[in-house]
């Protein structure tokens, strides 16, 4: 063994475990600065179930995730539920996709490659919020980046216990996320494609992905006649190009205030790189001939293959129903990542300080986005809105605007006060039924608090602010990150002493 060359074999171990560690400080950061939002405090409100509740939610149409709750579940009875708590555990399984990433991209881009994408995986601001997010999506990036490595192990090594390692995980998967499944054909093209290479493995892989079909059983039972029924799923519908759009800026910027044509470019620019510039390294120093060398292309392909195909597949879903948004699609952040860095190994090869330049862009970009997500409150503050209320203390009745806001409110301010949902109005309801709907809800409270949230949902003409402006005297209102709260109170004489009435 050559002297020092210990050292250079755990010198990419070293710098990996730098990468987690800093993926971990990143994501704890300020965990618990952002409120909890509606669908965390619904993911919370499943978990408190006991598992006797849970467990037929994974036949119960309709229903997304019930392997998470119930992971949740046992997570929270040993740590509890607060906002800490729960997130920390999406905090490990976003810190744990670094390692499971760069394991990944070293097939594809050698360890210079997957070590570049391991740091902007563990520096992403989009990766980081949903390492802050008490939801499914850091887990559902784990296991499904984690599925696509072992399938590609067990695809060259063609062992039992790797074949059915990969069947738990994607079957899994599928229990955490109903979209988990949008990887699977990138899955069985890899194999189509490349099956000389994996010839093989035929036979093991045949009957893994018969054995698949099983866990899907109980899904396709609803998911299927959804799919081809009048069902509505609140989702509007993008194009594919507005859907491609919407994931590079997610994926790029994430919670920037605005998006910014610089960023994106340099972005672009790198991603545009890693699909038609990069080749590995070793098919240029081996100056193998242009026949072989287009073989050095394969990864990019592949690649490029693993970045589209699931978002094509959501597509045709969505011509259907409508159901796509970002981060359902979180499984394809790796390939993101990947296609940057050959991008940057691209361009590095080209002209060393350029690319050194790109990658150090990106990372200011990255930690630039990161530190607003951490100081800036973007998610609907009730946290802060509870504490207004609580403080005040007058009201004797809350109305909610939109219902799926009381969920979380009372999780922030559990005193069990009478409370109404305002009206839906979206539907076609005016005026006049506003009117009869407001007057039996409010009928004998005195001071009524009204809290808003993503009013366009539930009454985008403002028909019930418009009702209390009109039939109550506004006592006090507090505002905050996407949630409203008044005070209104429906006694006479305010009303008419604020109207200048003796």
Not at 104 to 130: C, D, E, M
Not at 191 to 215: E, H, I, M, N, S
């Amino acid at each position: 063994m050559k002297p020092g060359s210990s050292g250079a074999i755990h010198a990419p171990r070293l710098i990996l475990l730098s990468l987690v560690l800093l993926a971990f400080g990143l994501r704890l950061y300020h965990l618990d600065y952002q409120s909890l939002w509606r669908d965390e405090v619904d993911a919370i409100f499943f978990a408190r179930s006991d598992l006797r509740g849970l467990v037929p939610l994974f036949v119960v149409p309709g229903h997304n995730g019930p392997l998470y709750y119930v992971i949740l579940h046992c997570w929270t009875r040993l740590t509890g539920d607060s906002e800490f708590s729960v997130r920390f555990l999406s905090l490990v399984c976003s810190a744990l996709a670094v390692p499971v990433t760069y394991l990944l991209g070293r097939r594809w881009l050698g360890n210079i490659g997957a070590l570049v994408a391991a740091l902007l995986g563990a520096t992403s601001p989009y990766l980081i919020w949903y390492g802050q997010e008490g939801k499914m999506y850091a887990l559902l990036l784990l296991m499904s980046t984690l599925s696509t490595y072992v399938y590609l192990v067990a695809l060259e090594r063609n062992r039992v216990y790797l074949w059915a390692s990969y069947i738990l995980l994607v079957a899994a998967s599928m229990y955490v996320h109903l979209l988990a499944v949008a990887i699977l054909p990138f899955h069985f093209l890899v194999f189509v494609v490349v099956w000389p290479r994996y010839r093989g493995a035929w036979k093991g892989w045949l009957a893994t992905f018969a054995v698949l079909a099983l866990p899907y059983l109980p899904l396709a039972r609803w998911e299927i006649p959804l799919l081809i029924g009048p069902f509505a799923t609140g989702h509007q519908f993008y194009s594919f190009r507005e859907m491609l759009a919407s994931l590079l800026f997610a994926f790029s910027l994430n919670a920037a205030p605005s998006r910014s044509i610089l960023p994106i470019a340099l972005f672009v620019f790198l991603l545009l790189a890693g699909l038609f510039l990069y080749v590995r390294p070793r098919d240029l120093r081996e100056h193998r001939p242009v026949k072989r060398l287009l073989r050095g292309h394969e990864e990019s392909i592949i690649l490029g293959t693993y970045a589209f195909l699931p978002v094509v597949c959501l597509f045709l879903v969505s011509l259907g129903m409508p159901v796509f948004t970002d981060r359902y699609l979180i499984t394809v952040v790796p390939p993101f990542l990947f296609l940057l860095a050959c991008g940057v190994v691209a361009v590095r090869l080209r002209s060393s300080a350029l690319g050194i330049a790109c990658l150090g862009l990106v990372l200011v970009s990255n930690l630039y986005v990161v530190a607003l997500q951490g100081h800036t409150k973007i998610k609907s503050d009730f946290r802060s809105a509870a504490q207004y209320v609580e403080e005040d203390g007058r009201g004797d009745l809350m109305v909610f605007l939109i219902p799926q806001g009381r969920p979380v409110f009372d999780y922030y301010h559990e005193d069990h006060s009478a409370w109404a949902d305002a009206p839906y109005t979206n539907g076609g309801m005016g005026p006049v039924g506003v009117a009869r709907a407001m007057e039996e809800v409010t009928e004998g409270h005195q001071n009524v608090w009204f809290i808003v949230t993503e009013a366009e949902l539930w009454d985008s003409r403002g028909l019930v602010q418009e009702w209390f402006e009109s039939n109550g005297a506004l006592l006090g209102k507090g505002s905050f990150a996407r949630v409203d709260v008044y005070l209104y109170s429906l006694a006479a004489e305010e009303i008419g002493t604020e109207r200048g009435v003796s």
